[in-house]
């Protein structure tokens, strides 16, 4: 069946550029999170839906960057201005049920490659 | 921040060969996941152990927890050439009814034929 897929998969932006990054989550999951990982690191939270309920953005490093789940399905991750330090791998993940990865296993899209120049 | 921290950083090793990976953390858990990450597959679960477990196993895998020396240890046995793949472990703490992942920064296992 369908996993997480992502779009796109590579992202080239100039500094300053906005950019908005897609995630399709398996279809009904419930539970949908956002991961950036630097390279040579580990993926780090950066913010969870439960439905289209944001419940924590507390891992957003800064105010230029928004995540939006407007139906409960889709998500979509914006960085406004992109500065060189946001170059990563974006890497989003849903399970079926709420509450996260005890209760469910959380599946992984493939990530965007965000590469700011 | 990262809660994990993986050791060795990067462990190579021949086919046949058991490869044993560590993960100590800074702070109470509920649990600790492993992952697998390779360009192939993305980033996969492999294994989950809850706080009140000390061991488990899941096929050629064997993860042990020790929550009072806040550490845990991945053993792969009889490695193949396709277990060469960047390993996480992470951590759950509980935010009021839903729960999110710390990683480690992972160790990088090279599996030669």
């Known amino acids: 069946g369908a996993g997480v897929s992502q779009s796109p998969r590579y992202k080239v932006a100039k500094r300053g550029q906005d950019v908005a990054l897609r995630c399709d989550p398996i279809s009904g999951h419930v539970s949908l999170f956002w991961y950036q990982q630097a390279l040579g690191q580990g993926p780090e939270f950066l913010t969870y839906f439960q439905n289209e309920a944001q419940l924590d953005k507390s891992g957003l490093p800064s105010d230029r960057f928004f995540a939006e789940r407007p139906e409960g399905s889709v998500s979509t991750l914006k960085i406004q201005r992109t500065q060189q330090e946001d170059s990563a791998v974006y890497l989003c993940?849903?399970?079926?049920?709420?509450?996260?990865?005890?209760?469910?296993?959380?599946?992984f899209g493939p990530g965007t490659r965000l590469t700011v120049l | 921040s990262q809660q994990g921290e993986e050791d060795p950083q990067a462990l190579s090793i021949q086919e046949g060969e058991n490869a044993t990976m560590n993960c100590s953390y800074k702070t109470s858990i509920n649990n600790l996941q492993w992952y697998r990450q390779n360009s192939g597959r993305g980033l996969v679960h492999l294994i989950l152990?809850?706080?009140?477990?000390r061991e488990k196993h899941s096929g050629r895998l064997r993860v042990t927890l020790d929550t009072s020396k806040k550490s845990s240890s991945l053993l792969i046995t009889a490695s193949r050439a396709a277990d060469t793949a960047s390993y996480f472990c992470a951590t759950e703490g509980l935010n009021a009814g839903y729960s999110t992942l710390t990683f480690g920064k992972g160790t990088m296992l090279l599996v030669s034929p």
């Open positions: 152990i809850r706080s009140n477990e």
């Open positions: 993940a849903s399970s079926l049920l709420p509450g996260g990865p005890s209760t469910d296993t959380q599946y």
